[in-house]
Structure formats: structure tokens, C-alpha cells
């Protein structure tokens, strides 16, 4: 069963560049998604309008969250799945088995619960997470835009003071404009509208997308208090799958993936657990927790140190000037935030 807060499809604050790594995955467990746009060519800019171009080594495909998590969804309902849409306010873990309590006064009870609710919700609160105290100092902003000319097999990464926004198409053919702030930035516009005519448009190119798209959304859709900070994996005997186990910065464009791929992790050792009496629930924790760490640690440390040299502009520039020397070290950057390709 899937306890999902909002009914599908919706729209998503999201970069909506998902991975190669997962595409024959989600080929072996025949999602159908719609015809998605083929992406193979990154290109960075600095602030000071610096530009890079180099070609994806795996690539990945444009899709909108809108068309993604609803494909998700059909392929769920077709294998049997019950999805409800009510929101879970609690979980308890009793005598080998859990209580699911939701804010429609629903109770369900269940050998296994993942949590897979995202970066933060109020899930976190009831079960005290380390992290649910601490800054979460990071809003990030999305819409989608009428741009033709923007090429289909391009996705650029722009650097602004204080943050950083993706361009890329979608299987609309709209392009989606989706920026990562610091608050620090924003809160002196504290106004999206303001922040990209002031902030954002010093970046050239972000200012040339800005002054000729047309906007396709009533106003941009915005998130609040997405954090960093690492995460337990396993909370309460919960496994935690996704943005829920740790989120990686999005400039590595790999949090779908990375999501999916701990699913796939999570399932298999959940399936271990219910077809071998001898496999308890201590041990499929403990190989989750392994086989996560060992899949993603590296990734999760790489899109730190990256996330923080791009947002400092000395560092940023010397960077770009390294990678424009060897086109190499890019690639193997890139190489260092993905994994290889999944299937079943
Ligand atoms: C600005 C930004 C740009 C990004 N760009 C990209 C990108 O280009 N490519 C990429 O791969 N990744 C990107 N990411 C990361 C990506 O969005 C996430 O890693 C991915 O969505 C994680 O999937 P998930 O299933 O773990 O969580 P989610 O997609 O957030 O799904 C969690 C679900 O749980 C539901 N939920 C929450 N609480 C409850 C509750 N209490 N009860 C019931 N349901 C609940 C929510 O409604 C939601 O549907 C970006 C992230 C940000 C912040």
C-alpha cells in the first residue's frame, strides 16, 4: 500500500533531469513513460559569465514530475499496489510490527513501512530525526517557460550570488527554469519576481532566458526549508528510501535516480526478508544500510564540496578554469556523482 499526500498528477518543484543510470531499470519494470527529451550536453556558466560545454558521460532524459511521478503511479495501480491519498501523521513500532496513523483518522497496521516522504515532513518531527533541528537554510523555486530555441539535448547549470539555476526541456517541449537559493540571497529581495530581475538576471544568460521566455505557470512554485544535513537510514525499524535517507545537491541532477536506486535496494532486501524465516528484520537493516552507504556515501560527499566551491566565486572560477583545461576532469567529476546504469 502507498499512503501519498496529493492526488496525481501534480507539478513538482524539481530540476526534471533524470539520469540515464535508471532509464533500463525502469525499461525492466515496464514504466511507460511518454516520449521524454534526450539529454547529453551540460553547460555551466559563472557568475561572471564564464561558459563551459561538455558532454554528459551517461546523459539522462527530460521529463516534467507532472508526467514522471503520475507514470510512477499507473505502473504502481497495474502491479496491484493500493494507493490511498491521505496524509500518515504517525508511525509506532510494536512487538515486531508497525501502526500507521493518518490525518483522516486512518489506522492501518504492517509488518514493513518505508518512508519515502521526501526531504521533510512532519514524519520527521514525531520521530525526533537528528536533522529536523537544524538550519535548513536553502528554498528552491521552479517554473516552466515557452522558449523554442532552447536546444532539446542541452541542460545548463547557472551560477548567481548566493545560488545556482538548471534550463532544460521537458516532453511538453516547455523549458524548465528551476533555482536553488540560500536564504542569506533571497531574503533581500524576499520576492521572486524582484530576485530574478535583481539576483538573477546578473547572470548574462539567465537574463537572456529571463527577458525573451514567456512563462507558462500563473507564478513560479516555491520550497522551503530543504536541507543537506546527513540523515539515519533507518528510523525505528523505518527503512528510509530517497530524499528521506539524504539529499544530494541538486546541481549533480542524480536525486531521482539516487531515489529509485534505494528503492530498488530497499525492495530487494525486504523481499530477502519475507522469503527467508532465517533473514530477520536486524539483518535486512543492517545489508540496507550497507549496500545504501557503499551505493551513494562517495556521491552524497562529492555534490558537497562541489555545491560549496560553486557557490564561492573565487573557487568557482578557478574550477571552471581547471575544468576548461581538461575536459577530463569534468567527466570525471560528473562520473563521481553518478553511479552505472541499474537493471533488474
Ligand atoms: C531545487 C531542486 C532541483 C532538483 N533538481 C533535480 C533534477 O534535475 N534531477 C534529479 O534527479 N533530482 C533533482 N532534485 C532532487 C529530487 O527532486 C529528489 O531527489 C526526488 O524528488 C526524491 O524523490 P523522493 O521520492 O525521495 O521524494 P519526493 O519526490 O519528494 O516524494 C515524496 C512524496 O511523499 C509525499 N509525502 C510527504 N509527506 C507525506 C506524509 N506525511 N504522508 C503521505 N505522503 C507524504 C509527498 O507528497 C511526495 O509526493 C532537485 C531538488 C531540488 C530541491
Not at 525499461?27 to 550536453?41: A, N
Not at 538573477?200 to 522551503?224: C, G, H, T, V, Y
Not at 544530494?248 to 531521482?256: A, E, F, K, R, S
Request: contains cysteine; proline residues 4%; hydrophobic residues 35%.
Amino acid at each position: 500500500m502507498l499512503l501519498e499526500r496529493y492526488v496525481y498528477p501534480h507539478h513538482k518543484v524539481c530540476g526534471e533531469y533524470v539520469s540515464n543510470e535508471v532509464m533500463p531499470y525502469l525499461e525492466d519494470l515496464g514504466v511507460k513513460l511518454p516520449k521524454t527529451v534526450s539529454i547529453d550536453t551540460l553547460q555551466l556558466s559563472t557568475r561572471k559569465g564564464k561558459l563551459l560545454q561538455t558532454k554528459l558521460p551517461l546523459g539522462g532524459f527530460g521529463i516534467s514530475r507532472y508526467a514522471f511521478d503520475h507514470a510512477l503511479y499507473k505502473k504502481a495501480l497495474s502491479a496491484g499496489v493500493t494507493v490511498n491519498f491521505e496524509t500518515v501523521k504517525k508511525v509506532t513500532f510494536l512487538k515486531d510490527s508497525f501502526n500507521v496513523n493518518t490525518e483522516r483518522e486512518n489506522k492501518y497496521s504492517a509488518k514493513i513501512v518505508i518512508g519515502a516522504y521526501g526531504k521533510r515532513s512532519g514524519l520527521d518531527k514525531q520521530l525526533n530525526r537528528n536533522f529536523i533541528g537544524k538550519n535548513a537554510p536553502w528554498l528552491g523555486v521552479k517554473a516552466h517557460y515557452k522558449f523554442p530555441e532552447f536546444p532539446d539535448n542541452l541542460v545548463a547549470l547557472h551560477n548567481f550570488e548566493g545560488g545556482y539555476g538548471g534550463l532544460s526541456k521537458t516532453e511538453t517541449g516547455a523549458v524548465n527554469f528551476c533555482y536553488l537559493v540560500s536564504y542569506k540571497s533571497f531574503k533581500a529581495e524576499k520576492n521572486i519576481e524582484k530576485f530574478n530581475s535583481t539576483f538573477i538576471s546578473r547572470n548574462k544568460f539567465l537574463n537572456q532566458f529571463l527577458e525573451n521566455a514567456q512563462p507558462l505557470f500563473d507564478e513560479p512554485m516555491s520550497i522551503a526549508q530543504v536541507s543537506f544535513e546527513g540523515k539515519q537510514l533507518v528510523e525505528d525499524h523505518i527503512l528510509m528510501c530517497g530524499d528521506t535517507a539524504g539529499l544530494i545537491h541538486p546541481l549533480c541532477g542524480n536525486g531521482m535516480a539516487m531515489a529509485i536506486h534505494s528503492a530498488k535496494i530497499a525492495s530487494e532486501k525486504i523481499d530477502n526478508y519475507f522469503k527467508n524465516p532465517e533473514y530477520g528484520r536486524i539483518k535486512m537493516e543492517s545489508d540496507y544500510k550497507k549496500e545504501w552507504t557503499n551505493a551513494f556515501k562517495r556521491r552524497l560527499q562529492t555534490g558537497r564540496i562541489l555545491q560549496s566551491i560553486l557557490l564561492n566565486p573565487v573557487a568557482s572560477d578557478f574550477l571552471m578554469g581547471a575544468i576548461a583545461k581538461s575536459p577530463g576532469f569534468i567527466r570525471s567529476l560528473i562520473n563521481s556523482t553518478h553511479g552505472k546504469q541499474l537493471s533488474l
